[in-house]
Protein backbone atom coordinates (compact mmCIF):
# COMPACT_ATOMS: atom_id res chain seq x y z
CA UNK A 1 0.00 0.00 0.00
CA UNK A 2 1.30 3.36 -0.91
CA UNK A 3 0.86 6.60 0.72
CA UNK A 4 -1.98 8.40 -0.84
CA UNK A 5 -1.88 12.22 -1.97
CA UNK A 6 -5.13 14.28 -2.36
CA UNK A 7 -5.79 17.28 -3.72
CA UNK A 8 -7.03 20.43 -1.46
CA UNK A 9 -10.31 21.31 -2.36
CA UNK A 10 -10.38 24.11 -0.19
CA UNK A 11 -9.42 27.80 -1.38
CA UNK A 12 -5.97 27.44 0.08
CA UNK A 13 -6.10 30.34 1.94
CA UNK A 14 -4.95 28.67 4.94
CA UNK A 15 -2.04 25.88 5.67
CA UNK A 16 -2.99 22.51 5.16
CA UNK A 17 -1.54 21.84 9.09
CA UNK A 18 -4.66 21.46 11.36
CA UNK A 19 -5.06 23.25 14.39
CA UNK A 20 -2.85 22.37 17.45
CA UNK A 21 -3.72 20.34 20.71
CA UNK A 22 -4.57 22.11 23.95
CA UNK A 23 -1.12 22.62 25.84
CA UNK A 24 -1.42 19.71 28.40
CA UNK A 25 -1.59 21.29 32.52
CA UNK A 26 0.75 18.35 33.54
CA UNK A 27 2.85 15.52 32.09
CA UNK A 28 1.60 12.89 34.11
CA UNK A 29 0.46 9.69 32.84
CA UNK A 30 1.37 11.14 29.36
CA UNK A 31 3.71 10.14 27.08
CA UNK A 32 5.57 12.88 25.50
CA UNK A 33 7.70 12.12 22.00
CA UNK A 34 10.99 13.86 21.35
CA UNK A 35 11.72 14.49 17.81
CA UNK A 36 15.10 14.74 16.71
CA UNK A 37 15.22 16.40 13.53
CA UNK A 38 18.53 15.40 12.35
CA UNK A 39 20.51 19.04 12.94
CA UNK A 40 23.68 18.24 15.05
CA UNK A 41 23.93 17.82 18.76
CA UNK A 42 20.26 18.04 18.95
CA UNK A 43 20.43 14.42 20.11
CA UNK A 44 22.26 16.04 23.03
CA UNK A 45 19.86 18.30 23.63
CA UNK A 46 16.92 15.61 23.80
CA UNK A 47 19.35 13.00 25.33
CA UNK A 48 19.41 15.37 28.43
CA UNK A 49 15.68 16.53 28.37
CA UNK A 50 15.03 12.29 28.41
CA UNK A 51 16.80 11.77 31.14
CA UNK A 52 15.01 14.71 32.82
CA UNK A 53 11.26 13.80 31.94
CA UNK A 54 11.90 9.82 32.31
CA UNK A 55 13.41 10.65 35.84
CA UNK A 56 9.69 12.29 36.35
CA UNK A 57 8.54 9.11 35.46
CA UNK A 58 6.96 10.70 32.22
CA UNK A 59 7.18 7.95 29.27
CA UNK A 60 8.90 9.16 26.69
CA UNK A 61 9.26 8.27 22.94
CA UNK A 62 11.96 8.93 20.46
CA UNK A 63 11.58 10.08 16.97
CA UNK A 64 14.34 11.31 14.42
CA UNK A 65 13.23 12.84 10.65
CA UNK A 66 15.30 11.80 7.98
CA UNK A 67 16.55 15.14 7.25
CA UNK A 68 16.30 18.81 8.81
CA UNK A 69 15.66 20.40 5.47
CA UNK A 70 12.55 18.78 4.76
CA UNK A 71 9.67 18.35 5.83
CA UNK A 72 8.70 15.00 8.43
CA UNK A 73 7.50 12.43 6.26
CA UNK A 74 3.46 11.88 6.56
CA UNK A 75 3.88 8.42 8.03
CA UNK A 76 6.03 9.91 11.07
CA UNK A 77 3.81 12.71 11.55
CA UNK A 78 1.29 9.96 12.16
CA UNK A 79 2.83 7.81 14.04
CA UNK A 80 3.86 10.65 16.71
CA UNK A 81 0.13 11.92 16.65
CA UNK A 82 -1.12 8.31 17.49
CA UNK A 83 1.88 7.41 19.97
CA UNK A 84 2.53 10.56 21.79
CA UNK A 85 0.49 13.21 23.85
CA UNK A 86 2.75 16.00 23.35
CA UNK A 87 6.12 16.56 21.55
CA UNK A 88 9.49 17.90 21.95
CA UNK A 89 10.97 19.38 18.36
CA UNK A 90 14.84 19.85 18.84
CA UNK A 91 15.09 22.80 15.68
CA UNK A 92 18.55 24.70 16.73
CA UNK A 93 22.06 23.35 16.05
CA UNK B 1 -7.21 15.55 -23.92
CA UNK B 2 -3.32 14.41 -24.58
CA UNK B 3 -1.08 14.58 -21.77
CA UNK B 4 1.90 12.96 -23.82
CA UNK B 5 4.81 15.38 -22.43
CA UNK B 6 6.90 14.21 -26.16
CA UNK B 7 8.94 11.41 -27.58
CA UNK B 8 11.94 10.44 -26.08
CA UNK B 9 12.66 7.45 -28.08
CA UNK B 10 16.41 6.23 -29.76
CA UNK B 11 16.61 6.51 -33.53
CA UNK B 12 16.09 3.90 -36.30
CA UNK B 13 12.60 1.71 -35.94
CA UNK B 14 10.93 1.06 -32.67
CA UNK B 15 7.94 -0.95 -32.04
CA UNK B 16 5.52 -1.70 -29.10
CA UNK B 17 4.57 -4.69 -28.76
CA UNK B 18 2.61 -7.24 -26.08
CA UNK B 19 2.85 -10.70 -25.87
CA UNK B 20 -0.97 -11.38 -25.22
CA UNK B 21 -1.61 -9.83 -28.58
CA UNK B 22 -2.09 -12.10 -31.36
CA UNK B 23 -1.43 -10.15 -34.08
CA UNK B 24 1.94 -8.91 -32.35
CA UNK B 25 2.58 -12.84 -32.15
CA UNK B 26 2.47 -13.05 -35.84
CA UNK B 27 4.34 -10.42 -36.23
CA UNK B 28 7.17 -11.54 -33.81
CA UNK B 29 9.02 -13.32 -36.69
CA UNK B 30 8.91 -9.62 -38.62
CA UNK B 31 10.83 -8.10 -36.07
CA UNK B 32 13.36 -10.83 -36.03
CA UNK B 33 13.76 -10.49 -39.71
CA UNK B 34 14.25 -6.69 -39.64
CA UNK B 35 16.73 -6.98 -36.46
CA UNK B 36 18.56 -9.74 -38.90
CA UNK B 37 18.97 -7.28 -41.89
CA UNK B 38 20.89 -5.26 -39.59
CA UNK B 39 18.10 -2.19 -38.96
CA UNK B 40 18.46 -0.59 -35.88
CA UNK B 41 15.47 -1.81 -34.24
CA UNK B 42 14.35 -1.13 -30.33
CA UNK B 43 11.29 -3.17 -29.18
CA UNK B 44 9.37 -2.18 -25.89
CA UNK B 45 7.25 -4.92 -24.29
CA UNK B 46 4.41 -3.84 -22.38
CA UNK B 47 3.66 -7.05 -20.89
CA UNK B 48 5.96 -10.28 -20.86
CA UNK B 49 9.28 -8.51 -20.99
CA UNK B 50 11.03 -11.70 -22.75
CA UNK B 51 8.25 -11.15 -25.48
CA UNK B 52 9.19 -11.63 -28.27
CA UNK B 53 11.97 -14.02 -28.01
CA UNK B 54 15.51 -12.77 -29.84
CA UNK B 55 14.50 -9.30 -30.55
CA UNK B 56 15.88 -7.98 -27.00
CA UNK B 57 12.74 -6.79 -25.73
CA UNK B 58 13.25 -3.37 -23.62
CA UNK B 59 10.15 -3.91 -20.43
CA UNK B 60 7.88 -1.44 -20.62
CA UNK B 61 5.62 -2.83 -18.27
CA UNK B 62 5.40 0.11 -16.65
CA UNK B 63 4.02 2.09 -19.93
CA UNK B 64 5.97 5.22 -19.73
CA UNK B 65 7.81 4.46 -23.15
CA UNK B 66 4.14 3.72 -24.53
CA UNK B 67 2.19 6.86 -22.66
CA UNK B 68 4.81 9.21 -23.71
CA UNK B 69 4.96 7.81 -27.74
CA UNK B 70 0.84 8.32 -27.59
CA UNK B 71 0.53 4.07 -28.25
CA UNK B 72 -3.12 3.16 -28.49
CA UNK B 73 -2.63 0.49 -30.79
CA UNK B 74 -0.69 -2.68 -30.60
CA UNK B 75 1.96 -3.78 -32.45
CA UNK B 76 2.66 -0.10 -33.12
CA UNK B 77 6.22 0.54 -35.67
CA UNK B 78 7.34 3.52 -35.75
CA UNK B 79 10.63 5.17 -37.57
CA UNK B 80 12.65 8.05 -36.08
CA UNK B 81 15.17 10.16 -37.30
CA UNK B 82 16.85 13.07 -35.31
CA UNK B 83 14.55 12.41 -32.29
CA UNK B 84 11.53 13.08 -34.47
CA UNK B 85 8.57 10.20 -35.27
CA UNK B 86 8.93 10.23 -39.10
CA UNK B 87 5.88 7.32 -39.48
CA UNK B 88 4.37 5.44 -37.63
CA UNK B 89 2.37 2.12 -38.60
CA UNK B 90 -0.76 1.08 -36.34
CA UNK B 91 -1.65 -3.18 -36.49
CA UNK B 92 0.00 -4.96 -39.56
CA UNK B 93 -0.11 -4.28 -43.16
CA UNK B 94 2.29 -6.34 -45.00
CA UNK B 95 3.28 -3.76 -48.03
CA UNK B 96 3.30 -0.93 -45.56
CA UNK B 97 5.99 -2.53 -43.44
CA UNK B 98 8.04 -3.89 -46.07
CA UNK B 99 7.89 -0.22 -47.47
CA UNK B 100 8.42 1.51 -44.24
CA UNK B 101 11.78 -0.92 -43.48
CA UNK B 102 12.86 -1.33 -47.20
CA UNK B 103 13.07 -5.17 -46.11
CA UNK B 104 10.94 -6.86 -48.88
CA UNK B 105 10.96 -10.03 -47.62
CA UNK B 106 9.87 -8.64 -44.10
CA UNK B 107 6.38 -10.33 -44.28
CA UNK B 108 7.02 -13.71 -46.07
CA UNK B 109 4.55 -16.01 -45.15
CA UNK B 110 2.29 -13.93 -42.97
CA UNK B 111 -1.05 -12.80 -43.88
CA UNK B 112 -1.12 -9.36 -45.89
CA UNK B 113 -3.49 -8.17 -42.86
CA UNK B 114 -3.84 -8.36 -39.44
CA UNK B 115 -5.85 -5.27 -37.26
CA UNK B 116 -3.75 -4.83 -34.34
CA UNK B 117 -5.13 -4.69 -30.48
CA UNK B 118 -5.25 -1.78 -28.13
CA UNK B 119 -2.26 -1.17 -26.83
CA UNK B 120 -2.35 -1.32 -22.86
CA UNK B 121 -2.11 2.29 -21.95
CA UNK B 122 -5.91 2.69 -23.51
CA UNK B 123 -7.33 -0.20 -21.04
CA UNK B 124 -9.86 1.07 -18.69
CA UNK B 125 -9.03 3.54 -16.04
CA UNK B 126 -5.33 3.36 -17.00
CA UNK B 127 -5.01 6.26 -18.82
CA UNK B 128 -5.71 8.49 -15.94
CA UNK B 129 -2.87 6.91 -14.13
CA UNK B 130 -0.42 6.98 -16.48
CA UNK B 131 -1.35 11.07 -16.99
CA UNK B 132 -0.93 11.49 -13.48
CA UNK B 133 2.74 9.42 -13.29
CA UNK B 134 4.02 10.52 -16.42
CA UNK B 135 1.67 13.63 -18.18
CA UNK B 136 3.97 16.11 -15.63
CA UNK B 137 2.18 18.08 -12.57
CA UNK B 138 -1.17 19.48 -14.73
CA UNK B 139 -2.95 20.33 -11.19
CA UNK B 140 -2.73 23.73 -9.46
CA UNK B 141 -4.12 22.60 -6.43
CA UNK B 142 -1.93 21.84 -3.57
CA UNK B 143 -1.57 18.29 -2.68
CA UNK B 144 -1.94 17.26 0.55
CA UNK B 145 -0.23 13.47 1.53
CA UNK B 146 -2.20 11.40 3.85
CA UNK B 147 0.27 9.22 6.18
CA UNK B 148 0.51 5.10 4.91
CA UNK B 149 -1.45 3.92 8.44
CA UNK B 150 -3.98 7.06 8.30
CA UNK B 151 -7.48 6.25 7.65
CA UNK B 152 -8.07 8.69 4.39
CA UNK B 153 -11.35 9.31 5.64
CA UNK B 154 -10.57 10.09 9.09
CA UNK B 155 -8.13 12.49 7.53
CA UNK B 156 -10.66 14.22 5.34
CA UNK B 157 -12.92 14.48 8.56
CA UNK B 158 -10.03 15.95 10.88
CA UNK B 159 -8.96 18.58 7.84
CA UNK B 160 -12.50 19.93 8.16
CA UNK B 161 -13.57 18.97 3.97
CA UNK B 162 -16.25 17.08 4.47
CA UNK B 163 -20.53 17.96 4.92
CA UNK B 164 -20.35 15.36 7.86
CA UNK B 165 -20.71 12.48 5.66
CA UNK B 166 -17.55 10.56 4.46
CA UNK B 167 -16.48 12.28 1.30
CA UNK B 168 -14.67 10.23 -1.88
CA UNK B 169 -10.68 10.51 -1.38
CA UNK B 170 -10.02 13.41 -4.69
CA UNK B 171 -6.83 11.71 -5.71
CA UNK B 172 -5.10 13.26 -8.63
CA UNK B 173 -6.37 10.33 -11.04
CA UNK B 174 -10.40 10.88 -10.14
CA UNK B 175 -9.99 14.51 -10.35
CA UNK B 176 -8.19 14.05 -13.98
CA UNK B 177 -11.40 11.43 -14.98
CA UNK B 178 -13.89 14.07 -13.90
CA UNK B 179 -12.40 17.02 -15.51
CA UNK B 180 -13.06 14.56 -18.55
CA UNK B 181 -16.61 15.82 -18.26
CA UNK B 182 -15.77 19.05 -19.53
CA UNK B 183 -13.53 20.93 -21.97
CA UNK B 184 -13.04 23.80 -20.36
CA UNK B 185 -9.79 24.86 -19.26
CA UNK B 186 -8.67 23.81 -15.40
CA UNK B 187 -7.53 26.89 -15.13
CA UNK B 188 -10.71 28.41 -15.96
CA UNK B 189 -12.43 30.73 -12.99
CA UNK B 190 -15.75 28.97 -12.92
CA UNK B 191 -16.88 31.65 -10.20
CA UNK B 192 -16.06 33.59 -7.39
CA UNK B 193 -17.41 32.07 -4.32
CA UNK B 194 -18.85 33.53 -1.56
CA UNK B 195 -18.16 34.58 1.61
CA UNK B 196 -14.47 34.98 1.11
CA UNK B 197 -14.83 35.35 -2.54
CA UNK B 198 -12.21 32.99 -3.36
CA UNK B 199 -12.10 32.65 -7.77
CA UNK B 200 -12.99 28.89 -8.01
CA UNK B 201 -11.60 26.99 -10.59
CA UNK B 202 -12.81 24.57 -13.21
CA UNK B 203 -10.19 22.17 -11.44
CA UNK B 204 -11.42 23.02 -7.76
CA UNK B 205 -15.17 22.69 -8.51
CA UNK B 206 -13.33 19.10 -10.28
CA UNK B 207 -12.09 18.43 -6.62
CA UNK B 208 -15.09 19.09 -4.93
CA UNK B 209 -17.55 17.10 -7.54
CA UNK B 210 -15.50 14.15 -7.09
CA UNK B 211 -15.72 14.32 -3.48
CA UNK B 212 -19.07 14.77 -3.34
CA UNK B 213 -19.42 10.96 -5.64
CA UNK B 214 -20.48 13.04 -8.84
CA UNK B 215 -19.62 11.47 -11.96
CA UNK B 216 -17.46 13.27 -15.08
CA UNK B 217 -20.89 13.48 -16.75
CA UNK B 218 -22.38 15.31 -13.80
CA UNK B 219 -19.59 17.71 -13.78
CA UNK B 220 -21.26 20.90 -16.12
CA UNK B 221 -24.37 20.42 -14.35
CA UNK B 222 -22.39 21.23 -11.25
CA UNK B 223 -20.53 24.24 -12.95
CA UNK B 224 -23.88 25.51 -14.50
CA UNK B 225 -25.28 25.36 -10.52
CA UNK B 226 -22.45 26.88 -8.74
CA UNK B 227 -22.19 29.76 -11.74
CA UNK B 228 -26.16 30.25 -10.89
CA UNK B 229 -25.34 30.19 -7.51
CA UNK B 230 -22.74 32.82 -7.27
CA UNK B 231 -24.47 35.53 -8.94
CA UNK B 232 -25.43 38.66 -6.97
CA UNK B 233 -29.24 37.72 -8.19
CA UNK B 234 -29.38 34.40 -6.21
CA UNK B 235 -26.74 35.99 -3.64
CA UNK B 236 -25.32 32.42 -2.11
CA UNK B 237 -23.46 34.91 0.46
CA UNK B 238 -26.84 35.73 1.55
CA UNK B 239 -28.36 31.97 1.59
CA UNK B 240 -25.50 30.25 3.29
CA UNK B 241 -25.76 33.53 6.41
CA UNK B 242 -28.84 33.42 7.75
CA UNK B 243 -30.56 32.32 10.43
CA UNK B 244 -33.19 31.08 8.29
CA UNK B 245 -33.22 27.26 7.26
CA UNK B 246 -32.95 28.02 3.15
CA UNK B 247 -30.17 26.50 1.37
CA UNK B 248 -29.69 26.38 -2.38
CA UNK B 249 -32.51 23.97 -4.53
CA UNK B 250 -30.86 23.02 -8.34
CA UNK B 251 -33.30 21.90 -10.52
CA UNK B 252 -32.79 20.34 -13.48
CA UNK B 253 -34.33 21.32 -16.79
CA UNK B 254 -33.90 19.96 -20.93
CA UNK B 255 -32.03 16.62 -22.13
CA UNK B 256 -28.94 16.47 -19.43
CA UNK B 257 -31.24 15.39 -17.25
CA UNK B 258 -32.47 11.91 -19.22
CA UNK B 259 -28.79 11.80 -19.94
CA UNK B 260 -27.39 11.73 -17.03
CA UNK B 261 -30.31 9.38 -15.38
CA UNK B 262 -31.76 11.94 -13.26
CA UNK B 263 -34.55 11.17 -11.35
CA UNK B 264 -37.60 13.61 -11.83
CA UNK B 265 -40.47 10.49 -10.43
CA UNK B 266 -41.16 8.40 -7.52
CA UNK B 267 -39.05 10.02 -4.86
CA UNK B 268 -37.33 12.20 -6.77
CA UNK B 269 -36.59 14.78 -4.26
CA UNK B 270 -35.33 12.06 -1.83
CA UNK B 271 -32.56 9.49 -1.29
CA UNK B 272 -31.17 7.02 -3.77
CA UNK B 273 -30.20 8.95 -7.25
CA UNK B 274 -26.58 9.55 -8.01
CA UNK B 275 -26.83 12.25 -9.74
CA UNK B 276 -29.32 14.11 -8.19
CA UNK B 277 -27.60 13.27 -4.82
CA UNK B 278 -24.18 14.18 -5.70
CA UNK B 279 -25.11 17.57 -8.09
CA UNK B 280 -26.19 19.33 -5.13
CA UNK B 281 -23.93 18.04 -2.40
CA UNK B 282 -21.40 19.16 -4.76
CA UNK B 283 -22.00 22.33 -5.19
CA UNK B 284 -22.47 22.55 -0.78
CA UNK B 285 -19.38 21.09 -0.80
CA UNK B 286 -17.46 24.10 -3.16
CA UNK B 287 -19.40 26.72 -0.74
CA UNK B 288 -17.74 25.23 2.36
CA UNK B 289 -14.28 24.38 0.72
CA UNK B 290 -13.73 26.85 -1.13
CA UNK B 291 -16.13 30.05 -0.33
CA UNK B 292 -15.18 29.21 3.47
CA UNK B 293 -19.21 28.94 4.17
CA UNK B 294 -19.82 26.74 7.50
CA UNK B 295 -22.36 25.85 9.63
CA UNK B 296 -20.95 28.28 13.04
CA UNK B 297 -18.67 30.35 10.76
CA UNK B 298 -20.56 32.41 8.20
CA UNK B 299 -23.59 29.81 8.20
CA UNK B 300 -25.77 31.10 10.97
CA UNK B 301 -28.85 28.67 10.45
CA UNK B 302 -31.26 28.68 13.38
CA UNK B 303 -32.49 25.62 12.11
CA UNK B 304 -31.29 24.42 8.34
CA UNK B 305 -32.74 21.39 7.19
CA UNK B 306 -31.63 18.36 5.37
CA UNK B 307 -31.60 19.80 2.22
CA UNK B 308 -28.51 21.47 2.74
CA UNK B 309 -26.66 18.20 2.19
CA UNK B 310 -28.02 18.01 -1.02
CA UNK B 311 -31.21 19.42 -2.86
CA UNK B 312 -31.01 18.61 -6.59
CA UNK B 313 -33.93 16.89 -8.66
CA UNK B 314 -34.71 17.02 -12.31
CA UNK B 315 -38.38 18.36 -13.64
CA UNK B 316 -40.38 15.67 -15.37
CA UNK B 317 -40.57 17.11 -18.36
CA UNK B 318 -42.41 14.31 -20.83
CA UNK B 319 -45.77 13.30 -18.61
CA UNK B 320 -45.75 17.44 -17.95
CA UNK B 321 -49.25 18.91 -18.65
CA UNK B 322 -46.90 22.37 -18.86
CA UNK B 323 -44.17 24.07 -20.29
CA UNK B 324 -40.78 23.22 -18.69
CA UNK B 325 -39.82 25.51 -15.55
CA UNK B 326 -36.58 26.81 -17.59
CA UNK B 327 -38.61 27.63 -20.84
CA UNK B 328 -41.09 29.58 -18.45
CA UNK B 329 -38.06 31.49 -17.23
CA UNK B 330 -37.08 32.13 -21.13
CA UNK B 331 -34.07 29.80 -22.30
CA UNK B 332 -35.27 27.67 -25.54
CA UNK B 333 -37.34 24.63 -25.77
CA UNK B 334 -34.60 21.51 -25.60
CA UNK B 335 -31.75 23.91 -23.61
CA UNK B 336 -30.48 21.86 -20.91
CA UNK B 337 -30.24 23.88 -17.75
CA UNK B 338 -30.27 24.85 -13.80
CA UNK B 339 -32.81 26.89 -11.93
CA UNK B 340 -31.28 27.45 -8.56
CA UNK B 341 -33.87 28.49 -5.74
CA UNK B 342 -33.01 29.84 -2.12
CA UNK B 343 -35.38 26.42 -0.20
CA UNK B 344 -36.34 25.72 2.84
CA UNK B 345 -37.16 22.31 2.97
CA UNK B 346 -40.23 20.80 1.80
CA UNK B 347 -44.17 20.80 2.74
CA UNK B 348 -45.92 18.24 1.08
CA UNK B 349 -49.43 18.66 0.92
CA UNK B 350 -52.63 16.19 0.21
CA UNK B 351 -55.50 16.40 -1.85
CA UNK B 352 -57.33 12.77 -2.77
CA UNK B 353 -60.66 14.18 -3.27
CA UNK B 354 -60.71 17.19 -5.49
CA UNK B 355 -61.35 16.55 -9.63
CA UNK B 356 -61.95 19.84 -10.48
CA UNK B 357 -58.77 22.30 -11.15
CA UNK B 358 -60.64 24.52 -8.96
CA UNK B 359 -61.24 22.74 -6.25
CA UNK B 360 -57.35 21.39 -6.09
CA UNK B 361 -56.29 25.52 -6.77
CA UNK B 362 -57.98 26.03 -3.35
CA UNK B 363 -56.34 23.40 -1.44
CA UNK B 364 -53.20 24.18 -3.27
CA UNK B 365 -53.61 28.05 -2.12
CA UNK B 366 -54.03 27.38 1.60
CA UNK B 367 -51.45 25.57 1.80
CA UNK B 368 -49.18 27.69 0.26
CA UNK B 369 -50.64 30.63 2.41
CA UNK B 370 -48.63 29.29 5.46
CA UNK B 371 -45.11 29.48 3.89
CA UNK B 372 -43.31 30.93 6.43
CA UNK B 373 -46.34 32.52 8.24
CA UNK B 374 -50.20 32.43 7.16
CA UNK B 375 -49.88 36.33 8.02
CA UNK B 376 -46.49 37.07 6.05
CA UNK B 377 -46.72 38.15 2.30
CA UNK B 378 -44.67 39.00 -0.78
CA UNK B 379 -41.75 38.86 0.89
CA UNK B 380 -41.37 34.82 0.71
CA UNK B 381 -41.28 32.95 -2.33
CA UNK B 382 -42.22 28.77 -2.74
CA UNK B 383 -41.82 26.38 -5.50
CA UNK B 384 -44.77 24.08 -5.82
CA UNK B 385 -44.02 20.35 -7.10
CA UNK B 386 -47.14 19.00 -8.94
CA UNK B 387 -47.24 15.49 -8.83
CA UNK B 388 -48.34 13.74 -11.86
CA UNK B 389 -51.95 12.75 -10.47
CA UNK B 390 -52.30 16.01 -9.29
CA UNK B 391 -51.08 17.19 -13.02
CA UNK B 392 -54.27 14.76 -14.83
CA UNK B 393 -56.75 17.29 -12.96
CA UNK B 394 -55.18 20.56 -14.70
CA UNK B 395 -54.51 18.07 -17.86
CA UNK B 396 -57.95 17.32 -18.01
CA UNK B 397 -59.38 20.34 -17.65
CA UNK B 398 -57.07 22.05 -20.07
CA UNK B 399 -55.67 24.55 -17.34
CA UNK B 400 -52.12 25.76 -18.50
CA UNK B 401 -49.49 26.93 -15.76
CA UNK B 402 -50.83 30.46 -16.76
CA UNK B 403 -54.05 29.75 -15.99
CA UNK B 404 -53.38 27.87 -12.64
CA UNK B 405 -51.07 30.88 -11.76
CA UNK B 406 -53.86 33.20 -12.54
CA UNK B 407 -56.37 31.19 -10.11
CA UNK B 408 -53.76 30.82 -7.09
CA UNK B 409 -52.91 34.63 -7.69
CA UNK B 410 -56.83 35.54 -6.85
CA UNK B 411 -56.96 33.06 -4.07
CA UNK B 412 -53.39 34.01 -2.62
CA UNK B 413 -55.02 37.27 -2.42
CA UNK B 414 -56.25 37.80 2.09
CA UNK B 415 -57.89 40.76 3.11
CA UNK B 416 -55.57 43.53 4.67
CA UNK B 417 -57.67 43.80 8.00
CA UNK B 418 -56.78 39.66 8.34
CA UNK B 419 -52.79 40.03 7.80
CA UNK B 420 -51.82 43.12 9.56
CA UNK B 421 -49.68 42.61 13.08
CA UNK B 422 -51.96 42.01 15.29
CA UNK B 423 -54.85 40.83 13.41
CA UNK B 424 -56.54 37.32 15.06
CA UNK B 425 -54.34 38.33 18.09
CA UNK B 426 -51.29 37.05 16.17
CA UNK B 427 -48.40 40.33 16.65
CA UNK B 428 -46.62 38.52 13.61
CA UNK B 429 -48.14 39.47 10.10
CA UNK B 430 -47.82 41.86 7.32
CA UNK B 431 -46.85 45.62 8.46
CA UNK B 432 -49.58 48.16 8.26
CA UNK B 433 -48.41 50.61 5.66
CA UNK B 434 -49.05 48.31 2.63
CA UNK B 435 -50.73 49.98 -0.08
CA UNK B 436 -54.33 48.24 -0.69
CA UNK B 437 -57.31 46.16 0.81
CA UNK B 438 -55.74 43.20 0.06
CA UNK B 439 -52.52 41.72 0.61
CA UNK B 440 -51.19 39.15 -2.38
CA UNK B 441 -49.07 35.98 -0.69
CA UNK B 442 -46.44 36.52 -3.20
CA UNK B 443 -44.58 39.09 -5.33
CA UNK B 444 -44.96 38.71 -8.98
CA UNK B 445 -42.86 35.76 -10.31
CA UNK B 446 -42.32 34.71 -6.59
CA UNK B 447 -44.02 31.21 -6.94
CA UNK B 448 -42.54 28.50 -9.32
CA UNK B 449 -44.56 25.42 -10.69
CA UNK B 450 -42.82 22.46 -11.82
CA UNK B 451 -44.02 19.12 -12.18
CA UNK B 452 -42.56 16.24 -10.75
CA UNK B 453 -42.80 12.62 -8.20
CA UNK B 454 -43.67 9.56 -8.66
CA UNK B 455 -47.14 8.39 -10.67
CA UNK B 456 -49.28 7.00 -7.66
CA UNK B 457 -50.23 9.65 -5.02
CA UNK B 458 -52.48 12.94 -5.29
CA UNK B 459 -50.11 14.64 -3.26
CA UNK B 460 -47.75 17.85 -4.38
CA UNK B 461 -45.41 19.53 -2.52
CA UNK B 462 -44.05 23.09 -1.51
CA UNK B 463 -40.76 23.97 -1.09
CA UNK B 464 -40.65 27.18 0.98
CA UNK B 465 -38.21 30.13 0.18
CA UNK B 466 -36.41 32.68 1.81
CA UNK B 467 -36.51 36.48 2.14
CA UNK B 468 -37.02 37.52 -1.63
CA UNK B 469 -36.14 39.58 -4.64
CA UNK B 470 -33.41 42.07 -4.44
CA UNK B 471 -33.58 41.98 -0.45
CA UNK B 472 -32.69 38.66 -0.47
CA UNK B 473 -32.91 35.84 -3.39
CA UNK B 474 -33.89 35.53 -6.80
CA UNK B 475 -34.11 32.28 -8.60
CA UNK B 476 -31.33 32.12 -11.32
CA UNK B 477 -31.94 29.97 -14.17
CA UNK B 478 -28.51 29.05 -16.53
CA UNK B 479 -27.97 26.90 -19.58
CA UNK B 480 -25.92 23.97 -18.88
CA UNK B 481 -22.52 24.15 -21.23
CA UNK B 482 -22.10 20.57 -21.99
Redesign the interface.
Known amino acids: MSRMELLDPTGERHPVARPRVVRPASLEGLTVGLLDISKPRGDVFLDHLDEVLSGRGVEVLRFRKPTYTKLAPADLRYEIRVKCDAVVEALAD | MSYASGVDLPDGYVAFVKASCPTCRLVAPALLRLRKAGAPLTVYSQDDPRFPEGAEPLDDSDLRRSYEAGVEVVPTLMRLEGGEVIERLEGWLRMDWERLTGVAELGTGLPSYRAGCGSRTVDPGIRELLAVRYGGDK?R??????????D?FEA?F??G?TDGLPVV????ER?LRMLEGTDRDPQEVAAV?PP?L?E?TV??VA??AA?AGCRPEYLPVVLAALEAACTSEFNIHGVLATTWSAGPVVIVNGPVAERIGMNAGGNALGQGNRANSTIGRALQ?IVR????GRPGGVDRATHGNPGKHTFCFAEDERGSPWEPLSVERGLPVGTSAVTLFAGSGLQPLVDQQSRTPESLARTYAACLQVVAHPKLALSWDAVLVVSPEHARVFREAGWSKVRLREELDGLLRRPRAEMVRGAGGIAEGTPGSLAGAHVPKFRQGGLLIVHAGGTAGMFSAIIGGWASGTVGSEPVTREVRE
Not at chain 2, 141 to 150: D, G, P, T, Y
Not at chain 2, 169 to 172: G, Q
Not at chain 2, 289 to 292: A, E, K, W
Open positions: FSRRVEVAQLEEMERWPPTPVVDVCEKVNMLNVGG
